[in-house]
């Protein structure tokens, strides 16, 4: 998989504030949440696209009333359509002592672009 050029859907940069790999796109950092464009909101044709949430899980875990404390890892992986890997992140890392509750929640936005570029052809399987 090729790194999008800037200017293309794909393209990332650095937040200024967090130091988080993000879209070249975005207005708001989705880690730290810091404006880093403050685009004027327009309407009709040529708006800018709305972002919608096309996954959304939310989990809690808990843990019993006795017994030794949890560590907890919460990975991160993203794959294509073949199953390659794209990216594996431990996103965070903790522990529950006896009692404590966490909740994770894992949201994917979507934001529709211009490019319409198509993907490379893929080898014959046999």
Known sequence: MSTPKPGMAGATRTCPHCKTRILESASICPSCKHYLRFDTPRTGPGAAPASTTALQVEGM??????????????LLTVRDDEGNELARHV??????????????????EV????DMRKPAKRGTRH
């Open 111 to 114: 934001t529709p672009t211009n």
């Open 61 to 74: 875990i808990r843990h019993p009333s006795e017994g030794g404390a949890w560590e907890y890892s919460v």
């Open 91 to 108: 996103v965070g890392v903790g522990a529950m002592l006896a009692g404590e509750e966490r909740t994770f929640n894992l949201s994917v």
